[in-house]
């Protein structure tokens, strides 16, 4: 089965911070993976899919890259609204593994 | 707007049957993949199994873990897909998402979630 590894999976930054998060896949799938972002309560929303294309309406200080196994989402200067878990989920196998997901809390 | 408003979410004893329901509005199925995915406390987000667009054959895949439990059907006329879930065990225990994968997005194994419902508490308890 696919996993999806995220790390950290608790993230302490500031208002102004770049911050990047990291996520691993267990079998290569080229650049077939999205993130998303859940704030307590709501529904994930997505941010960035096939790996680094923007969401529309997603603001630009959200960015994707990576492929193959490796992919990382970065944050260029947090935002009050930021903070919130992300996650990653492949979409090259059928089970579209999310991974366990990272929370950016204010430190 | 594209919207997705979940219902049917409730208390149910392990070993029942209970259906949950996904309207839709702003947007046809014809070109969409339809899904469920679940959010189970401590186990984070699992997808559950989705419903193919018509112009894409409308036919429908399941996770391993509720396959020949759990069936999805749709309803054209309403704009609702259903989620029929049987023998409910605990670990059903979560909260249930209606998502839409733009299908000429996905790849030919599945997608990503571009629009999500609030979503929709299932307790299976006895």
């Known amino acids: 089965d696919m996993q999806m590894t995220q790390s950290p999976s608790t993230l302490s930054a500031s208002v102004g911070d770049r911050i990047t998060i990291t996520c691993r896949a267990s079998?290569?799938?080229?650049?077939?993976l999205a993130w998303y972002q859940q704030k307590p309560g709501k529904a994930p929303k997505v941010l960035i899919y096939?790996?680094?294309s923007l969401e529309s309406g997603v603001p630009s200080r959200f960015s994707g890259s990576g492929s193959g196994t490796e992919f990382t989402l970065t944050i260029s200067s947090l935002q009050p609204d930021d903070f919130a878990t992300y996650y990653c989920?492949?979409?090259?196998?059928?089970?579209?593994?999310f991974g366990q997901g990272t929370k950016v809390e204010s430190k | 707007e594209v919207q997705l408003v979940e219902s049917g979410g409730t208390l149910v004893q392990p070993g029942r049957s209970l259906r949950l329901s996904c309207t839709v509005s702003?947007?046809?199925?014809?070109?969409?993949?339809m899904s469920w995915v679940r959010q189970v406390p401590g186990k984070g987000l699992e997808w559950v199994g989705f419903?193919?667009?018509?112009?894409?054959?409308?036919?429908?895949e399941y996770a391993a873990s509720v396959k020949d439990r759990f069936t999805i059907s749709r309803d054209d006329s309403k704009s609702i897909v259903y989620l029929h879930m049987n023998s409910l065990q605990t670990e059903d225990t979560g909260i249930y998402y209606c998502?839409?994968?733009?299908?000429?997005?996905?790849?030919?194994?599945?997608?990503?979630?571009?629009?999500w419902g609030q979503g929709a508490q299932v307790t299976v308890s006895s």
């Open positions: 998502t839409r994968g733009v299908q000429r997005s996905c790849t030919s194994a599945t997608c990503y979630w571009d629009s």
């Open positions: 702003g947007f046809t199925f014809d070109d969409y993949l």
């Open positions: 419903v193919r667009g018509n112009n894409y054959g409308g036919t429908t």
């Open positions: 096939k790996a680094s």
């Open positions: 989920q492949q979409y090259s196998s059928r089970s579209g593994t």
């Open positions: 079998q290569h799938i080229s650049t077939w």
